[in-house]
């Protein structure tokens, strides 16, 4: 849905060059009401959305993922110049992943039945049905716009209900051309609805009497406030949220041979991303090596403008965000943690670069170890053995990833099932559409992906027989 209000319009501006790259039209209130409308009517309706059965939704939702491959390139080149995401980890992600994640979801809900009869401990059977809950308001961040949108996207259409989608407004441009690949595969209309809007149309759905269910990917703090809110009202939330994860690297581990799954897992997106391992425990008798290993990686990454494809780390997303984190490097570093490498900006360009930093002999209470920084800043906190370890990775508020390194996989497991967090790797990490992703802790609450994603999206309904 498109607004056609006279509010003022948001700007879109090129995190690699600080230039204006496009604007769009500012949603609303009454845009926010007629998306909502939009949608109930969609559900609601005798022969709509919710009425398909399983294997129409899932043609519609394959037709989509047809679409979202044909616009990948472009899709990719439009996230990239936005938010500053290095175009060769655009491609990856935000071209190719949506597509694949629809077509997960369509498979799922041909094959999952939506409703059993149990026998009864009675005498009597029930009948449970799985439905769809009805509109649900989707609240999505700038660092992986399309991917974050099809992990809710996805199961949501997938079980029956309609969407309102609320984009950040640093990332909105894609978010143009997914509206058009929603049209071009024949979604009907009011099925999804797109609200290009700042933080005020996001509020403003929280607590919007139209909407079913909330999903937010995000800050914890705000995750919190939405948690209260839409507790308030008995309204139910998903919420995936920010996190500090740890990265054990255990005493066998082979560092030059995991070296391109190590940058990855901790510096992936220019360090913005939400499941980084930015805490890296290394055992004492290896600290020297450890430190020195990430420092060269994060020393040798290539840092250039997004859109050119040799990039490694691109640009932050804005120049407030590059702003907060000088102020965690300058924090560490008024804490008397040894900068390593980095700390500075690079001559890379106009754009909000921050140098890819390193810091050792870092204690795991220290600010820069405990608070989230989303951005290519990595701590390498020493610890003296394997109970240390994972004490030091359980010392956080967060709970959403990590990361065990190891020459034994099953060395490397029985660490990573004493972690408390949501998710894992071993010896690298990457969610998988068909397993549950989310967090514990100050990461949120609810998990995306897998079956457990698509119940998210369904409520249980049991007639007694």
Not at 81 to 99: D, R, Y
Not at 140 to 147: E, H, V
Not at 435 to 459: D, F, H, I
Request: overall charge negative; charged content about 20%; hydrophobic content about 45%.
């Amino acid at each position: 849905m498109r607004s056609h209000s006279d509010a003022e319009p948001i700007t879109i501006t090129s995190a690699s060059t600080a230039e204006i790259i496009g604007s769009v039209a500012a949603a609303t209130r009454s845009d926010a009401d007629a998306a909502v409308a939009a949608a109930r009517r969609a559900f609601e309706a005798a022969s709509g959305w919710a009425s398909w059965e399983p294997q129409q939704r899932a043609a519609a939702l394959r037709r989509l993922a047809d679409q979202l491959t044909a616009r990948s390139s472009e899709t990719a080149r439009l996230v990239s110049a936005q938010n500053g995401m290095p175009l060769s980890t655009a491609v990856a992600f935000e071209g190719n992943v949506p597509a694949g994640i629809l077509q997960y979801f369509a498979a799922l809900i041909e094959a999952a039945p939506l409703e059993e009869t149990r026998a009864g401990v009675t005498g009597r059977s029930t009948l449970v049905h799985r439905r769809p809950l009805g509109v649900v308001a989707l609240i999505l961040p700038w660092n992986f716009p399309q991917t974050l949108t099809f992990f809710k996207l996805a199961p949501a259409l997938a079980a029956g209900n309609t969407v309102v989608i609320k984009p950040s407004s640093e990332t909105l441009l894609d978010a143009g051309l997914l509206a058009e690949a929603v049209m071009a595969a024949g979604i009907p209309r009011g099925v999804v609805n797109i609200l290009p809007g700042g933080d005020d149309i996001g509020s403003y759905l929280v607590t919007h009497p139209g909407v079913d269910k909330i999903s937010f990917t995000g800050s914890t703090a705000v995750g919190k406030e939405i948690a209260g809110r839409a507790g308030g009202l008995l309204r139910p939330v998903t919420l995936e949220l920010g996190g500090k994860s740890a990265a054990i690297v255990l005493d066998d581990a082979d560092l030059e041979a995991h070296a391109e799954a190590m940058f990855t897992a901790s510096l992936l997106n220019n360090g913005q991303t939400c499941f980084a391992s930015t805490r890296i425990l290394a055992p004492r008798r290896r600290y020297g090596e450890v430190v020195d290993f990430y420092a060269h990686l994060a020393a040798e990454a290539v840092v250039g403008d997004a859109l050119d494809p040799a990039t490694q780390v691109g640009p932050m997303v804005s120049e407030a965000h590059r702003r907060n984190v000088e102020n965690h490097i300058a924090r560490g570093l008024a804490d008397d943690a040894r900068l390593v490498t980095g700390g500075g900006r690079p001559d890379a360009g106009p754009g909000w670069f921050v140098e890819p930093t390193v810091f050792a002999d870092v204690d795991n209470s220290a600010a820069i170890a405990q608070e989230e920084i989303f951005g290519p800043v990595l701590v390498v906190i020493p610890y003296a053995d394997e109970e240390e370890a994972v004490r030091l990775a359980n010392d956080s508020l967060y709970g959403l990833g990590g990361t065990v390194w190891s020459g034994d996989q099953e060395h490397a497991l029985r660490i990573a099932r004493q972690v408390r967090t949501g998710t894992i790797g071993v010896n690298h990490y990457l969610p998988a559409p068909d397993a549950p992703y989310g967090g514990v802790k100050n990461s949120g609450m609810g998990r995306e992906l897998g079956p457990e994603g698509l119940a998210q999206y369904q409520e249980l309904h049991s007639v007694y027989l």
